[in-house]
């Protein structure tokens, strides 16, 4: 049998950018109603759809575009090679038996798109082949007789019946529609309103509402049903769900949220009520609103929802801080950072992707900073380049970036980031970047389950996540799965075994108990972030920890460590990844300690450390430190056994250096001190030990607190009214202040949420509030008190200027 394959939008093919510049100049023509579309809407769109998947036309001489082409070509040959096409087969795949399980269809319908993509892309080998389409359509019809058909009932993940496979197979129908037969296009139409009828609820849940990542990822599917069985108001009802026009708005997607899923106005984003999410379901959100919104653009459909600048504002304010040279941040993807395929860089790479495909329809301010930054992100990656991980649609995106030469390449994000609502706080230098981990009765401490990110148990116990512009790898380079998860940088921990999370169906997050998780910002530059950790159940740990972010040291206090369980509590300093073969050299007290793995070494009263390539680590009173060399081996399959996402049981192997403090069994009042000072040298780092331009004034159960002689700055975290460094206040609260001559700058959060109001008395004359927020008043005077009212400002800062 010939069949024809369909093509580009024209006969030379079409770029992804220019048919979304198409789509953006039909955007600025008159609006047509859905009632006015025609059978050419339907067709132009769906050849869009067509574009997004395959990148269009490109040159193959470029050898990233060959590299791409190449890659797709080897995985869909494998696929191939692999793919059952006997007449009684019972399943596509011999590794996804049997096809009923909602895991195994789910995967294979994303593997029949894989291969569906190379069909229609010019210059794979199965580029137009009659047996690859012949064996394409056969196995679609197969996996809807077999598995995921109409009078199917849902069992297991509900995300495989709702959206993994209705958008894989939607994508099928949308590469391969000029083969399809209309009977089978029909049934396959018929199985998307069956199980993804709109974009509103949950299918096998109706009174549960689709918010955040879910309800995008629902809205493409029903745009792609409508587009293929030419239904307007199947496309009308995607784009209304965006809004969601159906509850008044409630469930939006261009709306702050102050509770649950979305974005908020600090720049935080969380889905499952309580997970901080903004590197996963957050780019999927981004993602699949910006291809809805270049998809629709110009046509009958278009989103003309003036609240989108709510997406747009997300760019800056929730992404670009925790992408740092073109990685995401893994304290805000939750258990992704356990998926073997899916690591930081090529999250990264997918947030990039869908920043660039919002562009193309953003308005030219905004698109023109968001290009310059992800110059900025592709241009300084060597590690993991973009090109190596993108699909062709994403590196055609990229290459138009980078190949023009009026985008300059915006420079690293920094400043000093206090997310609120999801627990997180981001520390950025021009060379580095601290990201806090924290967790409370709002936030959970981690996500799991489906099998996936088994052991999670801490870290969102104040993990400290340390990035250098010259070790992108951290994070990427097998750490999860050889890292001691009893010792996490930065985390206070109580020793015991723990049991696998996730093992079961669904995911399981955990709150713990503790109300104070958060800090402030002062002038964007300073911050001070506290939590206080209450050990799971099974453990009576208490901790009070708190961290103080500066020009160029992060400074971390605990006090109050208590337990009573028999069991030694450690903190963790310092826990890095060398590699494979990381030799790196590590000095105590400026003694090099020996580089053969397996060494352990104890030092009664150490003042500083410096690992070679890292940066240094300074113990300003004085700390029983232990240091270890080790190799340490795991498997991805050790905490990740979930049905499409499991790791492999290959042994991987990475070389660690770790620094802690022993605090003993069950301790009474411990505490600790120390401060890293990323990318400094030995030299630098003994400087600082020895000058100590920063001073500790408290660090107990009341207040810690420090000054630094250098900036003016005085930084307190009080977990009770009290005093210290001169400062009074009448309750929790922290606080910055900062002098430069006669003026005064000062910051101030509730990171407990546990009062409607504060005072704050300052230890020196103040004549007059220059500008505060509204929520901000000032009795001036010798011991001049400000009144911060705090109440129902989730643990925001509050700024004043005054002047002495």
């Known amino acids: 049998m010939q069949l024809s394959r369909r093509t580009l939008i024209a006969a030379g093919g079409a770029t992804v950018s220019g048919v979304l510049s198409t789509g953006a100049a039909r955007a600025a023509e008159p609006a047509r109603s859905a009632a006015q579309s025609t059978g050419e809407d339907f067709d132009v769109l769906l050849s869009r759809a067509e574009t997004l998947l395959t990148g269009g036309a490109f040159d193959p001489s470029d050898p990233d575009f060959a590299a791409g082409l190449a890659a797709l070509d080897r995985t869909a040959k494998g696929l191939w090679d692999t793919l059952d096409r006997g ?150 009802s995607a784009r209304d769900a965006l809004s969601d026009v159906r509850d008044a708005g409630r469930n939006s997607l261009f709306r702050y949220t102050s509770s649950g899923d979305g974005f908020y106005e600090d720049g935080s984003f969380v889905q499952h009520d309580v997970v901080a999410y903004t590197g996963s379901y957050g780019t999927v959100l981004l993602g699949g609103a910006a291809y809805l919104l270049s998809l629709l653009a110009g046509s009958p459909w278009a989103v003309a929802d003036p609240k989108v600048s709510v997406m747009y504002e997300a760019v800056e304010r929730s992404f670009a801080p925790v992408v740092f040279d073109g990685l995401m941040m893994d304290a805000v993807r939750g258990r992704a950072v356990s998926r073997e395929r899916a690591g930081d860089h090529r999250d990264g790479a997918t947030a990039v992707a869908a920043i660039l495909l919002l562009a193309s329809g953003a308005p030219a301010d905004r698109a023109d900073r968001w290009r310059a930054l992800a110059k900025g992100w592709l241009t300084r990656n060597r ?50 970047a601290c990201t806090l981990s924290l967790s409370s009765k709002r936030i959970s401490a981690y996500e799991a389950g489906n099998g996936e990110n088994l052991h999670g148990w801490y870290t969102g116990d104040g993990m400290t996540y340390l990035y250098d512009g010259d070790d992108l790898g951290q994070y990427n380079d097998g750490f999860w799965p050889t890292v001691d998860p009893y010792r996490l940088p930065g985390t206070t921990v109580d020793t015991r075994a723990r049991d696998d999370l996730g093992t079961g169906a669904g995911t399981s997050t955990y ?280 109440g129902g400002s989730r643990g925001h800062t509050h700024r004043a200027e005054l002047i002495q």
């Open 87 to 236: 007449a009684g087969r019972t399943a596509l795949w011999p590794d996804l038996a049997p096809v009923t399980d909602p895991g195994n269809f789910g995967q294979s319908y994303t593997r029949l798109r894989t291969l569906a993509t190379a069909w229609a892309t010019p210059g794979t080998s199965m580029s137009g082949s009659a047996e690859t389409a012949v064996a394409l359509l056969s196995a679609l019809r197969f996996t809807y007789d077999t598995a995921y058909r109409p009078d199917a009932r849902e069992s297991g993940n509900w995300w495989f019946w709702e959206i993994g496979a209705p958008r894989a197979l939607m994508d099928c129908c949308v590469l391969l529609r000029g083969s399809l037969p209309a009977g089978d296009l029909a049934d396959y139409l018929a199985v998307v309103d069956r199980f993804c009828p709109d974009a509103d609820r949950r299918t096998n849940s109706p009174a549960l509402s689709e918010t955040g990542a879910n309800r995008t990822d629902k809205a493409v599917i029903v745009a792609l049903r409508g587009l293929l069985g030419k239904d307007a108001d199947k496309v009308a």
């Open 383 to 432: 590690t993991a380049p973009f090109a190596a991980l993108a699909t062709l649609p994403q590196l055609a995106l990229a290459k138009a970036v980078l190949n023009d030469p009026a985008i300059r390449a915006g420079a690293r994000t920094t400043g000093s980031f206090v997310f609120a609502d999801m627990d997180r706080v981001v520390h950025r230098r021009p060379g580095w």
């Open 511 to 790: 709150r713990p108990a503790n109300a104070v998780a958060g800090g402030a910002v002062l002038d964007g530059r300073y911050g001070a972030a506290a939590m206080e950790v209450m050990g799971a159940p099974g453990s009576t740990l208490r901790a009070r920890k708190s961290w103080f972010l500066l020009d160029n040291a992060v400074v971390a206090l605990g006090a109050g460590i208590t337990a009573g369980d028999g069991r030694t509590v450690e903190t963790v300093i310092e826990n890095r990844n060398l590699g494979a073969e990381g030799r790196n050299r590590l000095l105590v007290d400026g003694v090099p300690l020996p580089v053969q793995q397996g060494s352990a070494h104890t030092f009664g009263g150490a003042r500083w450390a410096h690992i070679d390539g890292v940066g240094g680590y300074v113990l300003p009173e004085g700390t029983a430190l232990h240091a270890l060399r080790e190799e340490r081996t795991g498997t991805w399959r050790a905490i990740n056994t979930g049905a499409d996402t499991g790791g492999s049981a290959d042994p991987v192997t990475r070389r660690y250096l770790t620094l802690w403090t022993d605090h003993g069994i069950s301790p009474t009042d411990a505490g600790y001190a120390y401060v890293l000072l990323p990318g400094a040298s030995a030299a630098a780092t003994a400087a600082w030990s020895h000058s100590r331009p920063v001073r500790v004034i408290a660090n107990d159960s009341t207040a810690q607190a420090l000054e630094d002689r250098r900036t003016g700055l005085t930084a307190v975290h009080f977990w009770g009214a009290g005093t210290a460094a001169g400062i009074t206040v009448s309750g929790p609260a922290t606080v910055l202040v900062r002098r430069r001559g006669a003026q005064v700058s000062v910051a101030v959060a509730d990171p407990g949420r546990a009062q409607t109001a504060l005072t704050v008395e300052l230890p020196f004359r103040v004549r007059t509030l220059a500008d505060a927020d509204e929520s901000v008043t000032l009795a001036p005077g010798r011991r001049p008190v400000l009144t911060v009212a705090v």
